[in-house]
């Protein structure tokens, strides 16, 4: 295993960055650049590698698309979100039409927000590529021909040209995919959910998006660091505060960076990522909870230091 | 975790002391909720001068109490953080879940002129 690619890191909708957002941006990169000369691009491209990541750059909107780098040929990805529209053209570009790829798709659970990205998925459409879609739900099939179906979607789910496969994957023993042992940990979730733990070449990856965990059950605490346990790199929604959590949007399905934070520490994972990002929240939003979890990380460490990143639209991870 | 409360006029104020993780949840939820079930009182303040620090589950309790006492419409407030509680309190924005106050006194002085009163003539019968 040797690192994730995030395509589409928005929890429940797409956004955009507005015109407002880009002319706030601009404001204040130009207002850092008052008085400064570029004589190059080089010196431009420093100016702007040197901004704020909110003022520089966003974290993007397509929902849930995450490309797990496995070092072997077959594509190997996690969820359906608007990302994977992207994903699939990259894709597309990088081998042409022409030459059959094999693509295995783990599916977290069957919300919009995680499938919305099938019907625009390229490589589905082309004959001779080969799509294995695994999910702990018996009704994944269902969900994906549904969300194609009239009046929702011009053509159906049988347009598709791909050879598609589907295979149930049941929760809490391990299975060999793809060169990977993968393991399913149902989640709480309406509709319940599946976090996946994918371990390879001694490097683990954990894949943990619309997960809430309530606090409540000693237990459930214990079994999530052990699904956690000694991971490189753990993908954890983090959608909420802790406060919006426990209140306003309990049984919302969702987490928080606190609770991220905890459960990574106890579990000594590596790196926490913070996934599934709150549409409602803008990049400075974003920047500053980013620097808020890091902060609560060093004041509650007790052992190696766990490394926090915000996931955003193009982030690459690297073991 | 201990645990003790007093009572000036209408507000009472609860001063939990040590960590309030995991291990001492369950005694701060059986402690602190039944406060926020009094129906005599109209604000209720805890004092955190002895947390050295809370995790996520002793602030669990803490929305459980906010929301028993929001339920009676009673006052809720949280004084005397230490700086490590405060940054908590702050990232995981139950800042905003409570009114928050420097000190014991600065709360009651909001919530009621009797409980200042009360608590000031208590104050001057210690020294």
């Known amino acids: 295993m040797r690192g994730a690619r995030f395509w589409g890191t928005r929890g429940s909708l797409p956004v955009a960055l507005d015109a407002a957002g880009v002319r706030t941006k601009l404001k204040a990169a130009l207002r850092g650049a008052s008085g400064r000369t570029f004589a190059s691009d080089a010196d431009l491209d420093a100016y702007v590698d040197g901004l704020p990541f909110d003022v520089g750059s966003t974290f993007g909107g397509n929902t849930s698309c995450v490309e797990l780098l496995t070092g072997e040929r077959e594509y190997v990805v996690c969820d359906l979100g608007s990302g994977v529209r992207p994903f699939g053209q990259a894709a597309i570009a990088r081998h042409g039409p022409a030459a059959p790829q094999t693509y295995h798709v783990f599916v977290s659970h069957v919300h919009w927000d995680h499938i919305m990205g099938l019907p625009f998925f390229g490589p589905a459409y082309i004959p001779g590529n080969r799509l294995v879609f695994y999910g702990g739900h018996e009704n994944l099939e269902a969900a994906l021909r549904r969300q194609m179906e009239p009046p929702s979607f011009p053509v159906t789910f049988d347009v598709f040209r791909a050879a598609i496969d589907f295979v149930h994957l049941a929760p809490d023993v391990t299975h060999d995919v793809a060169g990977m042992r993968v393991t399913l940990k149902r989640q709480h979730h309406a509709g319940d959910s599946y976090g996946y733990r994918f371990e390879k070449d001694g490097r683990t990856i954990v894949y943990s998006t619309d997960s809430e965990h309530q606090l409540t059950e000693p237990g459930e605490l214990v079994a999530f660091t052990e699904f956690f346990r000694d991971a490189d790199l753990v993908i954890f929604d983090a959608m909420y505060s802790l406060a919006e959590a426990t209140s306003v949007k309990a049984d919302w399905g969702h987490s928080s960076n606190i609770v991220g934070v905890e459960l990574c520490q106890a579990a000594k994972v590596k790196e926490l990522c913070l996934f599934h990002h709150e549409p409602a929240l803008d990049d400075a939003a974003l920047a500053k909870m980013l620097a808020e979890t890091r902060r609560f990380e060093e004041i509650t460490r007790g052992g190696a230091p766990l490394r926090i990143s915000a996931a955003y639209d193009g982030l690459e991870i690297r073991l | ?127």
């Not at chain 2, 909720?33 to 589950?57: C, K, N, R």
């Open chain 2, 1 to 127: 975790m201990q645990f003790q409360s007093r009572h000036f006029g209408s507000v009472a104020v609860a001063t939990p002391t040590g960590r309030l993780d995991h291990s001492a949840a369950a005694d701060f939820e059986k402690s602190l909720l039944p406060l926020a079930a009094e129906t005599q009182t109209s604000g209720l303040v805890i004092d955190f001068a002895a947390v050295d620090y809370i995790s996520s589950v002793g602030l669990r309790v803490l929305m459980l109490f906010a929301k028993a006492a929001r339920t009676r419409k009673a006052r809720i407030a949280a004084v005397t953080l230490q700086p490590i509680v405060a940054e908590v309190f702050a990232i995981s924005r139950f800042d905003s879940v409570f009114e928050m106050f420097p000190t014991v006194r600065d709360a009651l002085a909001a919530m009621s002129p009797d409980a200042l009163a009360a608590y000031d003539a208590s104050m001057a019968g210690q020294r």
